[in-house]
């Protein structure tokens, strides 16, 4: 009867301790830090105003990650609102986070036809040889005022269409043609050598004829010697894309010997529409199951960088916003959606340990 007892007893301790050691483990992880725990660097794109307005954010930034983006602030309608009318102001402000916090500053972008001003292209469409020349004064102000502390830029954002293999019929390409692209990389270049220089677009993990296209013009780029050093993939995610496209899309991009990004990084559940606005909701609460599928599916991709990206074209991960609360989904698709790694009381959610537990391995 005692022998009895005391095993019960024993038993009772083991299973103590067992839920000690387990929630300390849970603790010291998230201690951690992501950066901390990663071989390559680890960014997040944010509103800068949102984040020097809310210490508990800061203080998770400064946690968690060694590179930043800005979501917006340092695209051609920020920078140049008006003709002659540079506004430095934010992106400064940026620069000086990053140097105090010692995060690597990444130039997020220098030519996306969502992002140039109505100015820009009133005047463009009527005068494609002023439009070239603006393009490269533009691209050479902005690149050699932040040369050699902006680390790396998107060069050209998203000049394919949506889906497939054609060049995007942007106001760029319809006035400039499609060597826009590769001029834009030259006078980055010309404006600083060092900078890392990305091409950067979405679904090119999931729609194999968009990778391949991408995947022609770089190689058509280093076949003609232009200073293309590397590809983005966004990587605006569902959870129903297969791991497996995903796995073949970043080893045929890794076979380039570019560096490769995963620039954008954040996950849903629902379908957006890709061209903005609208999608299907078919899901409005966020269940325990689906949090946990989440971490699963943060967990792999991490883990698929690692493996499949060659350790020195590994230019890091950045996710995009990284809390649900800040998160550029609900307000640019009017849906709602649970896309990050921190939730709306800005508690890291599974997601967040599954990013650690793909990192940690
Ligand atoms: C988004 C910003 O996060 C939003 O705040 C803004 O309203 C629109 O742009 N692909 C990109 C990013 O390359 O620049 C976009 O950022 C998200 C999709």
């Known amino acids: 009867m005692k022998a009895k007892y005391l095993i019960k007893q024993a038993c009772i301790m083991l299973i103590f301790m067992c839920f000690i050691a387990c929630n300390n483990s849970k603790i010291k992880k998230e201690n951690i830090g992501l950066?901390?725990?990663?071989?390559?660097?680890?960014?997040?794109?944010?509103?800068?105003?949102?984040?020097?307005?809310?210490?508990?954010?800061?203080?998770?930034?400064?946690?968690?990650?060694?590179?930043?983006?800005?979501?917006?602030?340092?695209?051609?309608?920020?920078?140049?609102?008006?003709?002659?009318?540079?506004?430095?102001?934010?992106?400064?402000?940026?620069?000086?986070?990053?140097?105090?916090?010692k995060q690597r500053l990444f130039g997020h972008n220098l030519i996306w036809h969502s992002s140039t001003p109505k100015w820009v292209s009133e005047k463009g469409e009527k005068d494609s040889v002023w439009l070239d020349d603006f393009m490269q004064q533009y691209i050479k102000t902005y690149v050699n005022r932040y040369k050699g502390k902006v680390a790396a830029w998107d060069v050209v954002n998203?000049?394919?269409?949506s889906s497939g293999g054609n060049y995007r019929e942007s106001f760029w390409y319809k006035n400039l043609g499609k060597s826009y692209i590769e001029?834009?990389?030259?006078?980055?270049?010309?404006?600083?050598?060092?900078?890392?220089?990305?091409?950067?677009?979405?679904?090119?993990?999931?729609?194999?004829?968009?990778?391949?296209?991408?995947?022609?013009?770089?190689?058509?780029?280093?076949?003609?010697?232009?200073?293309?050093?590397?590809?983005?993939?966004?990587m605006h995610i569902r959870m129903d894309i297969p791991d497996e496209i995903i796995a073949y899309s970043l080893k045929k991009a890794a076979a380039t010997g570019l560096q490769i990004h995963l620039s954008e990084v954040d996950i849903i559940f629902n379908t957006h529409n890709d061209e903005r606005l609208g999608g299907i909701q078919n899901y409005s609460?966020?269940?325990?199951?689906?949090?946990?599928?989440?971490?699963?599916?943060y967990k792999n991709l991490i883990r698929m960088y690692k493996e499949i990206v060659p350790k020195e074209q590994q230019f890091g991960v950045t996710f995009w916003?990284?809390?649900?609360?800040?998160?550029?989904?609900?307000?640019f698709f009017n849906m709602k959606d649970w896309p990050c790694i921190y939730n709306d009381s800005l508690q890291p959610k599974p997601a967040y340990y599954?990013?650690?537990?793909g990192l940690l391995q």
């Open 285 to 297: 609460v966020l269940r325990d199951e689906m949090k946990q599928a989440q971490a699963e599916k």
């Open 35 to 101: 950066k901390n725990a990663a071989t390559f660097p680890i960014g997040t794109a944010i509103n800068i105003s949102t984040l020097l307005n809310d210490a508990k954010l800061q203080k998770l930034q400064i946690e968690n990650f060694n590179s930043i983006t800005a979501t917006s602030d340092m695209k051609m309608h920020a920078i140049l609102p008006a003709e002659n009318k540079y506004n430095w102001k934010t992106a400064d402000t940026i620069l000086s986070y990053a140097k105090k916090h």
């Open 183 to 234: 001029k834009a990389f030259r006078y980055a270049h010309e404006a600083d050598p060092n900078a890392v220089l990305f091409y950067n677009d979405f679904n090119i993990e999931r729609d194999t004829v968009k990778l391949n296209a991408v995947l022609d013009m770089v190689n058509e780029f280093k076949a003609k010697e232009v200073p293309i050093s590397g590809i983005g993939f966004q």
């Open 321 to 331: 916003d990284f809390t649900d609360r800040d998160s550029w989904i609900k307000g």
């Open 158 to 161: 998203e000049a394919f269409e």
């Open 354 to 357: 599954g990013v650690l537990d």
